[in-house]
């Protein structure tokens, strides 16, 4: 198995839950493609007392087969096909009483979220035999892992029945950083200055298997081609596969997700009902959390406004992607991103996607400041005077009574702040003070590519960031 790639802090983990005294349960869990299977069995090499993984819409017959087959591999004693998951898990108890070895014994249940069918009472049969059995053998390392975050959510981390408060241990795997993303693909041998990292990431996300796919003998844009505008591309159909995998009837969920990729800054609950016409309720409610919970969309926190002003915010740089170049293209052309690459839509693209990128590598950003230390909080701002039409899409408010200003701009060379541009900077500055009556100083922080040039304006800057500062663990 290849090398893995970051996922440090996820290694000690595992060895430090691996070395308890008690029984343990981990729940890892993360959004589709995100490398969590293939992190657990690089860890553990693929060594498992017992392992099984859930297969997609299965019936509830195939995958106790399925069970029932996993069984068999491990064990020496043939066990019979069983008709229920209290069976099932009576011989999996059966299997580990019997098992003649010294340590732990490692069970991984992978996709667990497939394993239960409606009705299928699955759960229930889970919840019993760790209750029952496994949670008093301080031998079993029980795994489970899944995508659809959601579910494993509400199932068992937040159960409310027999597996409350039973998980001892919980990893939720994110996306790679753009550290960890230029050290994957410097082990593919995939050839990238820092600023094509960037629009990979700005594309693709940070998400291990999607950098996979990349082929080193093409350039970016060629690569983007070939998954995403070719015939047989093999991400050409991506975006449908993520949202059906992870929910049930995935229609509301998508139209919100297409909703939120035309308002890039965010909107308020009341507008995603008015333009999405999903009735307000507890469904809705429902929706936006395991949108949220399953990373993709974040709630942009205001500065100064209640809870229910808050922005709902599209963060998933590949479903952002699909939706403004993917979706709708008739026919295919393997040059399209190709003749894309300075155009206008290509330039609004590119310079949202990098605000968010900004937005996910906060810890970095601290880092460059010099406050990794300094409690802060991370929030927006909209001015409520309709003829200033200011926004901040990232400030941050420390403790230690300054509050960064942040100003967002991609640039393929230096950034120029005009005469113009610095009235814009000023005016937002003054209108902020004036209706937060912050008693704070008001740092302005430019983060840009390549940086600021040094002219007549550069001086009312108090801080800068570049790209290379995004770039540290």
Not at 323 to 335: E, M, P, R, S
Request: net charge positive.
């Amino acid at each position: 198995m290849r090398e893995i790639i970051g996922r440090h802090i996820e290694y000690k983990q595992f060895e430090n839950y691996l070395v308890s005294d008690k029984a343990e349960l981990l729940v890892v869990y993360g959004r589709r493609r995100i490398g969590k299977t293939f992190l657990i069995k690089s860890f553990f090499k693929n060594k498992f007392s017992f392992y099984i993984s859930g297969a997609e819409n299965a019936t509830k017959e195939e995958q106790l087969a399925n069970f029932t087959n996993a069984l068999n591999e491990y064990s020496n004693v043939p066990y019979p096909n069983v008709e229920n998951w209290q069976d099932a898990f009576v011989q999996l108890k059966h299997f580990l009483e019997n098992l003649k070895i010294t340590g732990r014994m490692v069970v991984f249940f992978d996709e667990l979220p497939w394993l239960d069918n409606r009705k299928s009472g699955f759960l229930s049969a889970f919840e019993y035999f760790w209750n029952t059995y496994a949670s008093t053998n301080d031998r079993i390392f029980l795994v489970v892992c899944g995508s659809a975050t959601s579910w494993i959510t509400n199932n068992i981390l937040k159960n409310k029945g027999g597996l409350h408060n039973r998980v001892t241990r919980q990893i939720h795997l994110q996306p790679f950083t753009l550290y960890e993303t230029e050290q994957f693909l410097k082990s593919k041998k995939i050839v990238m200055n820092r600023y094509q990292i960037l629009e990979c990431y700005m594309i693709f996300g940070g998400i291990p298997y999607y950098l996979e796919l990349l082929d080193k003998q093409y350039g970016l844009a060629q690569n983007v081609d070939k998954l995403l505008f070719s015939k047989d591309g093999a991400l050409r159909d991506e975006f449908q596969k993520i949202y059906s995998s992870l929910f049930q009837k995935p229609g509301k969920h998508i139209k919100i997700i297409e909703v939120l990729s035309k308002k890039r800054k965010g909107i308020t609950r009341e507008e995603i009902i008015k333009q999405s016409k999903i009735a307000d309720g507890g469904g809705l409610t429902r929706i936006l959390e395991e949108l949220e919970l399953c990373g993709f969309i974040a709630i942009n926190r205001n500065f100064v406004t209640p809870k229910s002003n808050h922005l709902y915010q599209l963060v998933d740089f590949f479903s952002l992607f699909y939706l403004n170049f993917v979706k709708g293209q008739k026919g295919f052309d393997t040059n399209y991103w190709s003749s894309l690459t300075d155009n206008a839509v290509h330039r609004t693209w590119s310079g949202y996607s990098f605000e968010l990128l900004c937005q996910v590598h906060i810890p970095q950003i601290k880092r460059a400041l010099s406050i990794g230390g300094v409690v802060s909080y991370i929030a927006g701002w909209r001015s409520k005077t309709a003829n200033q039409g200011v926004q901040i899409d990232l400030l941050i408010d420390r403790n230690d009574n300054i509050i960064n200003i942040c100003e967002i701009k991609y640039s393929n060379k230096k950034f120029v702040i005009t005469k113009r541009y610095d009235e814009i900077l000023r005016n937002k500055r003054g209108a902020f003070i004036e209706e937060t009556c912050t008693k704070k100083a008001i740092h302005l922080t430019m983060l840009t590519t390549y940086g600021v040039e040094r002219n007549e304006y550069w001086g009312n800057v108090q801080s800068e960031i570049t790209m290379n500062d995004l770039f540290f663990a």
